[in-house]
């Protein structure tokens, strides 16, 4: 059986742990952050690019009909 000294231990401990591991996924995500964003920024932009370029030409076509 655990004695006080030692379930004392566990629970001033347990909230530097969670601290900590709070800590690393909030770096990881920031790292991942720094990588994602740029990224979807140049495909929003690729894709921006393709979708001006096709409405233009549609946009042309049906001009013509009328």
Known sequence: MKG?????ESVT???AARV???RKV???ARREAAV???AAKRAAGHG???FLKKF???Y????RKR
């Open 36 to 38: 994602a964003f740029p």
């Open 13 to 15: 401990e347990e909230p």
């Open 48 to 50: 921006l690019q393709a």
């Open 4 to 8: 006080p000294s030692n379930s004392q």
């Open 60 to 63: 042309a076509k049906e001009r």
């Open 56 to 58: 233009s030409e549609e």
């Open 26 to 28: 909030v770096e990881i």
């Open 20 to 22: 900590r591991m709070v």
